[in-house]
C-alpha cells in the first residue's frame, strides 16, 4: 500500500487528486496540506511514501 500526502493550496484541486488516488486499491491518502509548511509538517508527522505537491 502506498502512503500519499496531497499538498495543494486549492482545495478542489486537492479534492479531486483525493478522488483519483482513493479509486487506487493500492493507495491509500493520509493527509492534506493547505501550504508547504504545513506539508512539511505533515510529511515528518505522517511519513507518507509520497508527497504530492
Known sequence: MTTVLIAD???MQRFGFRMLLESQDD??????????????????????????M
Open 9 to 11: 493550496d486549492q482545495p
Open 27 to 52: 493507495m491509500t491518502v493520509v493527509g492534506e496540506a493547505a501550504n508547504g509548511a504545513e506539508a512539511v509538517r505533515q510529511v515528518a508527522e505522517l511519513h507518507p511514501d509520497v508527497a504530492l
